[in-house]
Every structure is written in C-alpha cells, then in structure tokens.
C-alpha cells in the first residue's frame, strides 16, 4: 500500500510549468528512483514534498491523511528528511552537535552533550553508518559527512528519506556504500526517494524509477522490468548514443603548459608541483574525489588565485602573474565548477549573462557603449543555437533548471572560440540529454584543434571523452595514463591515494 | 567586502529595484505617520496638505529645487559604489574637503574670476574624489574595509578644513569660524531672479543624466551592476575589481566635493566650520541611494522626493507647528517597509 502520495501536483513558474499534473507513490520500504533530464521538474517536486515551495495544485498524502507543509519544519515533523545535494553543514561543530541540533536532549536550560553524543553512536551503529559522533565536521570527507546527512535526518524520525542527486561527490567505493546503507534503511521500513540522472545508480540500487520530462510523468517502471534504452528514452523522447567518437589523428602545438605549480601556503599546498602539457585537439582529464586540489589548479590557472610557484604558459606565453583578463584574452575560456556562485548572476537576465566578456567590442559595443539590440539578438542566437529552454532572453537566469543554466554557461564560454577551454564538472547535476548534449560540444571543440582540459569527479566521463588523464590527490599528481591503460577500477585506486601498480 | 552591514545593504539593492515597491513603501510610510500624528491628536489630513503645500505651492517650489540639488548629487555619489555593492559613508568628508578646496581657489587664485570659479569646481571635485580613492587604496593594499575607512576618513578631513578657517584662512569679523566672503564675480549666477537657484543645477542635472545613461547603456555600467549582482562572476569575467573599486570610488568622492563646491560658489559664499554637513545631505543622500537600491533613476526621483518632504516639513512646522521631526520618521518608515519587503516576499512564495 503507498505510504507516501503526491497527486495531481502543478506548479507553475512564470513562463513554464514546472510539474503538470504529477502523480508519485512510494511504499514503505522501498527504494523509488526519480529521473529526468534537467528541468524535466524533479527538484521543483521535491521541493514541494520537503516544504520548500507550494503546489499551485494537488495535494500530499502520507499513510492516507492529508497534510499541507508551509515549510520544511512541517515536512520534517510528518517524517519526510532530506539529503541535499550541497551539504547543509556547520563546519566548524562536531559530528553530535550536527545531527541533533534544534532538538537536542536537555537537562534542565543545557544541552546534555553526553547524552546528545550517546544517542548519536548508539543510531549510527543501529543503522551500520559508522561515523565518530566527536569528529568535527570541517575535517570530514565527504563520504562521510553525507553519512552525517543521513544520520540527522534519522535522528528526526524520518519516514520518507529523499536523497537529492547523492552520488556526484563520491568514489565508486563510497557509492557502493552509500547503497548498502540505503536497502539497509529500506528493509527496516523507510521509504527512500533517490533522485538521480544516472541509468547504471537507478538499475543498481532502486525497487521502482518514476520518470518526468518537461513536467510530466512519463513512465512509471518497475526496476527489474525495464531496461536503460526504456528509461532514456522516457527521459528524452528519443534515443540517444552516449558513445563519443574517437579523438582526432594527431595533437597540435602546445596550447598549455604547467611548470611545477604551487598553490597555497607552507603547510598547506592546494596544488604541489603539479606539471603537465595540453595540446591543440587533445583532451586532457583530470580525475579525482573533489577537493583534493582540481578546483584550486583550475583557478590559479585563471588567474583567480596566486600562484605560490612555478609557472604557467599560455599559448607561447608566460601568463602567471597576469590579470584574468589577459588570461581570458590570450586565449582561454572558462566552464566554472559553480555555475550559480561564480559562472552566472542570477538576478540578471540572459541577455546580460550571455554578453558577458563581449561587452567591451563590437558588435555589442561600439566606442564603449551598449548597443542592446544587438545584445538581445546574440542572446537569442545562443539559446536557439544550445537550445535553452527559457521563456525569453530578458528572463533573470535564476529562474533556470541546473542545465539550463550550464546551458548558459557553455554556451557563453564556447562563443569565445578560444584556443584552449577549461571545463570544470561540466555536466555535474545535469540530465542525460544535455549531458549528451555538452559531450558532443566538447569533441567538436576538440575535433576544430582546440584544446580541452577536463576536471571531472565523474569517471565515465573522463573515460569517455579524455585522452590522456592525470589523477590528483591531496595537491598531487599521482598517476598519468593514457586512455588506453586506465579503466574504472584502476583510477578507483588512485583516486583514493592509492601507490600501489593496478594490473 | 566582508563585513556583514556590507551585506544587508547589497541584499537590500537586489531587492530595490522597481518603481512599484518604491511606491508602495511611500504609501505605507505615509499610512503609518498619519497614524502617529492621530495618536498625538494632530490632524493627518491637515499634516498631509501643509506638507504638500509646503513642498510645492508658489515659491517653495524653488526651495524644494534648491534643496533637491545638492541631496541629488549626494544621493547619487552614494548610488555609484552602491550599483556595485560598494558602500561610501564618507562623502561627509568628500563634500567638506571639496568645498574647504573651492572656497581657497576663489579667494585666493591669481587669476580672471571665471577661471578661478571654473579652477574652484574642479578641484574641489578632484580633492573629493582623490580623498575617496584613498579609502578605495587602503582596501586594496592593507584590507581595511571601505565601510570604516570611508567613515572614518571623514573626520580628519573635517577637522583640517575646520582648523584652516579658525587659524590661518579666518575672516576675523565673523563670530563662527569662517573663510572671507567670495567676490560676486567667482559665485555661480542665478538662473531665476529672485530664487535660490543658481548654475549648480545645471551641473548636478547634466551629472544626473549623464550617469543614467551611462549606468543603461555603457559597458563600464554593464560591468557595474553584474558586479552588484555577483561579484565572484563579475571577477571571473574579467573585471578587474581593484581599479573598478578605485575609479568609482574616485567618481563618488569627485560628485560629493563637486556639491561641497557647488553649495560655498552658489549658496554659502564662505566655507564655515560646520555649515556644509549640517543640512545632512550626506545621509538623506545615502538614504535615497538605498531606497532605490542603487539605480541612478531611482535615486534621483528618490532624492528630489525627499528634498520635497523637507522643505514642506519645515514649512509645516512653521505654518501649523506640526513638528517637522514627523517627516524625518516618514522618511526612515519608507527605508524600513522597503527592506522588509524582500522578507515577506519570500514567505508569501
């Protein structure tokens, strides 16, 4: 029997219908994968079900009872938890302080940290997450601070537990984990909401998928029924290749090179001396769990950040002390990790987004002022040209789904046609068909001579598209293959610091 | 920028950004005055009409003009940074050295009187905004962050002025410490006989529309409000914000000593110790900026909006003694409603 009911749910954001008429069911003890490609309306439906937003229509009904959420305090008190995709953490708390903030046991006006820290080992052993209850969080990797988020949220009793995109962090070896945990929580009764892009996640671990796109229900499968042609094509309306053809004949001139990079302090280097060279149609991939450096690289590539040693040359020349503006104007462009916190602004339009970095030459500028149809009209050929879904090019880019606004991003950053790109987690959070979609962007920039250098905390990824691959950890480079050599397992191995040979 | 007040005030920019709010919050501020004048048994009705009446009717027009000038540059030497995120509290200071400067120029510049009053504008402008981008390089270089530097720069620029006219520039006829009188031929002229309102105007609307424009249509007002928006992806872009920081904050300086000039050429005819930050225009100004988030249209409409609310409060403390200290919380109900505006917005999502 469903426990948890969502039905006949709209929503409607200005221009786009978010959710049209959904209909979700889940029972308890059972794993219920929810797919779609971005902007399909997964989020916006869990949104709805956590508290976050309310429907415009349809209700909610959890073991048979209606129930209304003004918030998440609602949704919480009827049992529903939520794993967010960003970690929603104090950092500088311990573990016990994390999980039982706001409802900590008491005794008379104080908290009662012995019994706080007991209780926290106690339900972390009862449900095989083992974590220490005095760890601070800051110093936690984030295998294991999800585990944390997983913890809080049986802490409050949770009944239906959704986990929003929950993978994209983690090494192959903590997913597997992470879906031992979750039939665990199953089995004794929980019902669990993965939602999720990735096919072989949702075969592997879930009991039923449900599948939107463009707000609709598409398809609701019983996991071991169906197959993942079924899926993607109830997620894309179509059928779709993944394979990428092969890289181009031969590489070309030395786009750029590193010198025995240092980022950071003494004590802490981000990034150790790290060298490579990147060619003109080759694709360099950088693999690694995040956070073991690949973010800083990349920025004091771009100037973002000061480099502490060695150097970099950019298309013949010596670019480590200059500005990111003759970075970018000595040919490099720049797919950011953040795409909201660094890569867009969301309170302005697409218009404004798309100009940005062709705003000081014509034809957008002519003797330093705007000449805003034009700007308009570059807009609008963008979004045709990587077809973003938006109402129009002057709506506020805030209001996109994650790939659209990637959309907007790439679509930017590709305009300058520079000779070397730098794509940074370029498909993370994004569906299947605009993962396709940048894919098949990328092999033509590689395919036209440029030179690609990819970070990516995502395997297949790096598998399908680099052809040389160097592996970080802790600042290091640790491992270079050629893509011939590396397969899952192996760079598994490295990316969890692993020395030894893998044969 | 980490300071959070630096934070409350963007966010109240984000917010600020149509007419409709604007509106709204001024209605309301109106509501609420009206209520308290009630409760102290003041007629609402009597205090809304004199204070219209005092704003606009006959020649207080021209007063409400008059004081619209230089709470209009004020205001729009705070909207500049503020487009940006970037907060200067200290065009006080700005505005002093500015005027102490073309007061100087005036009386003391060998040379033709136009000359002298042209010099006078232009440094007094140029010392502002020299005193400003100092603020901007202290950031820079040492991490002090604007919101205390440009404060606190004001008072040593207070002071010195304040020390020129009490030792060695003092007319010492005067009974407050004051420079000499400057000779008719340096002030600025009168542009209606027989009203307070003089060349100033022409040079604070020409600076008024310029920037509007500029702020709409140019690529450095592009890059300015994308960094108000979102400073890392402004950087990321290629802005390079330490000489934005710099240049805007010499623009904001400049336009404050440019109304310091204005007020001793057209109005004052003497720099005294004290006069030019008493009306405080400085902070009305900052107030209107923030009012209409930092938009140049905005703040002017803002700016002249509150001019009239203050030439009509004194009016109607004169005519009816309704006490004028009554538009001043009107002024402040109207900031508040508008930054709680975005609090309940949300909610109500």
Partial sequence: MAFLEMIDVVKRYPGVLANDHVNLDVNKGEIHAVMGENGAGKSTLMAILYGLQSPDEGYIRIDWKTVFFRSPIDAIDHGIGMVHQSFKLFESLSVWENVVYGREPRRGPFIDAAESRRQVAALSERHGLPIDPMARVGSLPVGVRQRLEILKALYRHVRVLILDEPTAVLTPGEVAGLFKVLRTLAAAGCAILLVTHKLNEAMAVSDRITVLRDGRVTERLVTAQTNPAQIVRAMTGRNLSLDVPPAGPHPGAVRLE???????????????????????????????????????????IMGMRPCAGGYIVLNGRDITRRSIAERRAAGVSYIAEDRIRTASAAGASATDNLAFGFHRRPPIAVRGLLRIRE?????????????????????????????????????????????VLIAEQPTRGVDVGAIEFIHSELVRERDRGHAILLVSAELSEILALADRILVMYEGRVIATLDRAEANESILGLYMAGGEQKAS | MSLSAEVALTHITRRAISLVPLLSAVILGFG????????????????????????????????????????TGMALAAAIPLRAGIVNLG??????????????????????????????????????????????????????????????????????????????????IT???????????????????????????LLIALAAVLIVFLDRRSS????????????????????????????????????????????????????????LTAPQYTWSGVLAALLAGGEPLGTVIAAVLFAALQTGGFAMERSVEIPRVLTMVLESIIILFLSMRGAIWRRGR
């Avoid at chain 2, 009386?107 to 007094?124: F, K």
């Avoid at chain 2, 402004?234 to 007020?263: D, E, K, P």
């Fill in chain 1, 375 to 419: 700007m308009r009209a570059w807009a609008r050929t963008l979004i045709r040209k990587f077809e973003i879904k938006i109402a129009s090019e002057m709506t506020r880019v805030g209001t996109l789904s994650g790939g659209n606004l990637q959309k907007i991003v790439i679509a930017r950053e590709l305009a300058h046609d520079a000779p």
């Fill in chain 2, 32 to 71: 609420v005055c009206g209520l308290i004048a009630k409760a102290v048994g003041l007629s609402p009705l009597l205090m809304l009409t004199e204070l219209i009446k005092g704003a606009v009717e006959g020649p207080q027009i021209f007063e409400t003009i008059a004081r619209a000038v230089p709470l």
């Fill in chain 2, 220 to 275: 450095v007002g592009y890059e300015l409000r994308l960094r108000g928006l979102n400073e890392r992806f402004a950087r990321y872009g290629g802005v390079a914000l330490n000489r934005q920081t710099t240049w805007l904050m010499f623009v904001s300086g400049a336009l404050a000593g440019l109304v310091g000039a204005i007020m001793i050429l057209g109005s004052q005819f003497r720099f005294t110790d004290g006069a």
């Fill in chain 1, 258 to 300: 590193l010198n025995q990079l240092v980022v950071g302090g003494q004590n802490r280097r981000a990034v150790n001396e790290v060298s490579f060279t990147l060619r003109g149609g080759e694709v360099l991939g950088i693999a690694g769990v995040a956070g073991n450096g690949q973010s800083e690289l990349v920025e004091a």
């Fill in chain 2, 175 to 201: 009974a407050w410490p004051s420079t000499y009188r400057i000779p008719p031929g340096v002030r600025l002229a009168h542009l209606v006989p027989g009203t307070p309102i003089n060349q100033g105007f």
């Fill in chain 2, 91 to 172: 065009a006080d200071g700005q505005m002093v050295l500015g005027g102490c400067a073309a007061a100087i120029i005036a009386l003391y510049l060998p040379a033709p009187d136009i000359v002298r009053m042209l010099a006078a504008l232009l440094i007094g402008a140029g010392i502002g905004g020299a005193y400003a981008a100092l603020a901007a390089a202290g950031e820079i270089f040492a991490n002090v962050p604007l919101l205390l530097s440009t404060w606190l720069l004001s008072y040593p620029a207070k002071g010195l002025c304040g020390w020129l006219v009490r030792s060695p520039l003092r007319d010492p």
